[in-house]
């Protein structure tokens, strides 16, 4: 079975902090997703990377950075974290091949506190 | 990659037959039509996929109408483990592959 694993399942932070969300994949998958996932907003997309240090754009990238120096880790990053940032965040992962159609495994998601 | 609009919630008796709806009626011809759900305080789950044809596996049944601008995703014996939100997705199978999910439908099934 596919496994996305996230660092931390819970995290409280102080504003101004940096912070660094962790996400490794074990099956050997290119493309890793950030979300994250605020109530009546759905899953709103912040960076995906389909390839080691390629890195693109989702919906709502401000405030946020990542970084894939390995294949099966994608790093989310809060640079100065602020309370707007509270939120459950998802990590995801799919593959090229036809397999499943490339449909994406999550993570168990790691909730974020900005306090 | 084309949007969708799904009710916010849904109704379902245990034992019956829960049939949620999707619509895409921007769908270009090469997207698919993909169903993810999320039990509380998990990651999404992949259910199923389709083109155009009708698709079927052991978790659900995929019915996509004939002009491809909506579709249905059924459970056929709707347990309390069903109880989720449904997410309806169109995306292309290759080039940019990144998802875009919308608010869904929260499933409640009642025993």
């Known amino acids: 079975d596919v496994k996305v694993t996230q660092s931390s399942r819970y995290l409280v932070k102080r504003t101004g902090e940096k912070v660094f969300l962790e996400c490794v994949q074990d099956m050997d998958h290119e493309n890793m997703f950030w979300y994250r996932q605020d109530p009546g907003l759905g899953l709103r997309l912040i960076y995906f990377s389909y390839d080691v240090k390629m890195k693109e754009k989702g919906d709502i990238p401000e405030g946020y950075s990542v970084s894939r120096e390995k294949k099966e880790r994608f790093s989310l990053i809060l640079e100065s974290a602020s309370t707007n940032q509270t939120s459950m965040y998802l990590c995801a992962s799919s593959s090229e091949s036809l397999g499943q159609g490339k449909s994406a495994f999550f993570g168990q998601g790691t909730r974020l506190t900005v306090v | ?111």
């Open chain 2, 1 to 111: 990659d084309a949007k969708t609009t799904q009710p916010p919630s849904m109704d379902c008796a245990e034992g019956r037959a829960a049939n949620l709806p999707c619509n895409h009626s921007t769908i270009s011809g090469n997207e698919y039509v993909y169903w993810y759900r999320q039990i509380h305080s998990q990651g999404p789950q992949y259910i199923i996929h389709g083109l155009k044809n009708n698709e079927t596996n052991e978790m659900a049944s995929l019915i996509i109408t004939e002009d491809r601008k909506s579709s249905t995703l059924i459970l056929p014996h709707a347990t309390l483990r069903d109880t989720a939100v449904y997410y309806c997705i169109v995306r292309l199978l290759t080039g940019a592959n990144n998802l875009f999910f919308g608010t869904g439908t929260r499933l409640t099934v009642i025993p």
